[in-house]
């Protein structure tokens, strides 16, 4: 039962332009009251509703999304040296309440292998059906599965909610992670991470990236997808010699040598900008 409420200022963040930058599938937006956000995250849930200056946000666990918000970190340090780059400039004015949310691990990795090839009303709705199915019920809501729980779906099940062609990879993917020591992963080095990760079923190069980003937290790497690809193109086709050929391989390696440590941060201006500048029917991700 949601008892407990806390306030942010809309100084430090902007809800909408968090939620809607392709970091996260779980949540809502009330069509009644398009004012209103309900995130769920592992386990927990919170309702946030927007002020004139502020948000409140109504939870039962606190300290958990203030962590999950990421309010500690000073993100206008970050977008005063991100703006050094001509490149970021428009995309962080657009985009300028954006922060990179500290989610559940395990809800990261299943989200953005069901994110392969596949469209956000689509994902959305089938991590919404995972939940109602096979998560545990909590007052009004369904919790994110355990991995126990998780493992014991069949291929069959996966694609009766919308897993398609991944729901083989899923089922395969599942009995991996519960030989995988994530606590150990998480004091290695982003590139070692990868390593592990592109082995397991369902996790390219991309997935990869964002498992990083969004689920362990290093914001030394830079998921490239369509939109990335096309940002890049278009920025710098008459300065980088044959940079319309390049794959999208050497195009991470480029932006993280850019970006250096504040390679996430940019990629989530720069998507949020290059996918909400072109925006059609159909978002791929």
């Given at each position: 039962m949601i008892k407990e409420n806390f306030i942010i200022n809309k100084e430090?963040?902007?809800i909408a332009q968090t939620l809607k930058c392709g970091q996260i599938f779980s949540y809502r937006q009330i069509s009644s009251n398009p004012d209103k956000f309900i995130i769920l995250s592992s386990d927990?849930?919170?309702?946030?509703?927007e002020m004139s200056d502020h948000?409140?946000?109504y939870t039962n666990d606190v300290p958990y999304f203030q962590n999950f918000f990421d309010l500690e970190t000073d993100y206008e340090k970050i977008k005063c040296e991100l703006s050094k780059h001509k490149m970021l400039i428009k995309p962080i004015e657009f985009g300028a309440g954006i922060r990179i949310l500290k989610q559940d691990l395990l809800e990261v990795i299943v989200?953005?292998?069901f994110s392969a090839n596949n469209n956000?009303?689509?994902i959305t709705e089938s991590l919404f059906a995972l939940r109602q199915k096979f998560g545990e019920k909590k007052d009004d809501y369904s919790t994110f599965p355990s991995l126990k729980r998780l493992s014991e779906i069949t291929v069959e099940q996966f694609k009766e909610i919308g897993a398609g062609y991944r729901a083989e990879q899923l089922v395969k993917l599942m009995k991996q992670l519960q030989k995988i020591d994530f606590d150990g992963l998480k004091h290695l080095s982003s590139d070692k991470i990868i390593k592990n990760l592109?082995?397991?079923?369902g996790i390219g190069p991309k997935?990869?990236?964002c498992i990083l980003l969004f689920g362990f937290n290093h914001t030394d790497v830079f998921p490239v997808d369509t939109w990335i690809e096309k940002a890049f193109r278009n920025f710098y086709e008459s300065d980088l010699k044959n940079s319309n050929y390049w794959s999208r391989a050497e195009i991470r390696n480029f932006l993280t040598k850019e970006y250096g440590d504040f390679s996430g941060y940019a990629q989530q201006y720069l998507f949020?900008?290059?996918r909400n500048s072109f925006i059609k029917s159909y978002e791929f991700v």
């Open positions: 430090k963040i902007d927990k849930k919170a309702e946030v509703y948000y409140k946000i989200s953005f292998v956000i009303k689509r592109i082995d397991l079923s997935v990869a990236d949020n900008y290059q």
